[in-house]
């Protein structure tokens, strides 16, 4: 579990710096504020030296098509001069990891002086020198557990040919939720159903469409619920409320001592419904000891919630926080739950 | 509890009031209209046991403070009855215990960012203790008083006294009475101010006009 985040140049933000996360965190903000981009730096940072990460935080965001031309989007400016900085430490042995992300650069050099048209190509890593584009990127990851120990992987385009080199498993397990990954059930089913937790993930589906009692996988791969018709009917027909509701329970049952991260909570889904799926990620974190950053726009959302918290012990662990931008400044202010609960009694605007 | 759906209110002035209730809001809009004020941000804290826990969570509101920790806010002025002595230094604590510098006199405003300004109703140059007591003396010259004053004491005088009447709060039911003798009867000391009943031109508004216009 997270205790704090700090942010260099990862897409818009130049810096940002998050102390004293909660375990339950609501991130609310202004459009462009950075709300979408922190998520992703805590995506990173969960998987360390997986490099095809970043190419998953684009799909995220709609973006599945590779070319070199992208590769200085992750960068604050599009300026591959300047590295991204991520570092974060963990609640419990105040561990520190770091992330730095470099562009591979593809230098033109010429290696013969026989002709001045024979030009060769060769892959360089490090500092990117004006002219030359980058063709991949570079993570480093350390701990301060052992700094001395660098792990270096990378991913590059060569040609038409993806490559990824060095990667290694994380041992933390992270899930990202939104709009682009709302309908991606299947193998996160197929996990719970290993995990013996279906009877968990109907319990809580149950408060928000009270008839479901069953959900399975049908033989290509559709999920289909049981919800006393003459024959189980296709989850995704069933509206974008469940939909939105299964996708955040999923993730919740199938994260156990990991990460979910949750981009446009309130997506599809009525206050009602909100309150009751809050209760729901509430009780899996308690249970499960899973930490939670979620974002919304919505003031229907927050005051869920803000409402849903109700067991005394885990008060303390659900914070809001609002994260402002003013020109290329971030900061992030944070609210405990009885800041929050004061803010809103007086109908102050918290995002 | 509000509704689901009840809409936040970002601050939106470089100026802002803080003040007990919905009546006081009533009242200080009707007073900063007739002083030609208009760009401040008025808000309610509900209370004066409120105050520790509001005043933190209204610097947190959006717009307060700008994504470089600068205040967007230049003056923050608070207003609250008297009800005891030491009002002025139990606000001036939540202040300072909020990270924000207090005045060190009644009526004025600190040095810092923002400005702090402290005033304690009815003000250090009227007797009472409340919003009831300046609106009364604004009007104690109105024929209307004289009617107002024997009524409340041929009523506190009975036994056993209603128990609408608290000796303490005698102002209440006074302001109350002379309300209930204006062309439109409204109920509230701040609707009155919005109707114009009280008298914005006495001089016993002086020393509040004088802590306002520092918002100007």
Known sequence: MFKSIKIKNLRAITELEIENLGQVNLLVGQNNCGKTTLLEALFLIIGRTNPRLPLSINSFRGLEFLSNEYWDSFFNKMDTNSSIRISAILHDTQEEQKLVIRPVIQKQTTVEPVSSDIVSVRIQNGDSKPGFAPMGLELTYTSSQDPSVKAISSIFLKGNELTAEGTKESALRGVFVGPATKYDWRNRLASIQRKKRVGELISSLKEIEPDISDIRINEIGILEADIGLRKLIPVNLMGGGIANSLSIILAMLDSQDGIVLVDEVEDGLHHSIQKKIWKAVFKWAQELNVQVFATTHSNEGIRAFSNSVDMPLFGSEAKLFRIERKDEKFRAVEYTRELLSESLESNWEVR | ?216
Request: proline share 6%.
């Open chain 2, 1 to 216: 509890m509000p509704s689901p759906n009840e809409a936040l209110s970002s601050i939106n002035s470089k100026k802002v009031i803080a003040v007990e209730g919905k009546d006081e809001i009533n009242f200080f809009n009707a007073l900063l209209r007739h002083m030609n004020i208009t760009d401040f941000y008025i808000l309610e804290i509900g209370g004066k046991g409120q105050f520790p826990k509001k005043l933190p969570a209204l610097l947190k509101a959006t717009g307060f403070y700008l994504a470089d920790g600068s205040s967007s806010v230049t003056h923050l002025a608070i207003i609250r009855d008297r009800d005891e002595d030491e009002a002025f230094k139990s606000v001036a604590t939540i202040v300072t215990n909020a990270g924000l510098k207090p005045p060190t006199k009644h009526s004025e405003f600190s040095n810092g960012s923002p400005k702090v300004g402290i005033f304690i109703m009815p003000g250090e140059t009227i007797d009472g203790t409340m919003l009831e007591d300046l609106c009364l003396k604004t009007v104690e010259n109105h024929k209307a008083m004289t009617c107002v004053n024997e009524y409340a004491s041929c009523i506190s005088a009975l036994e056993p006294i209603p128990k609408n009447i608290p000796k303490a709060k005698v102002q209440v039911f006074k302001a109350q009475v002379f309300l209930a003798a204006q062309p439109e009867i409204v109920d509230s000391v701040g609707l009155g101010a919005q109707k114009k009943y009280w008298d914005f031109e006495s001089h016993a508004l002086d020393e509040l006009k004088e802590f306002l216009i520092k918002l100007k």
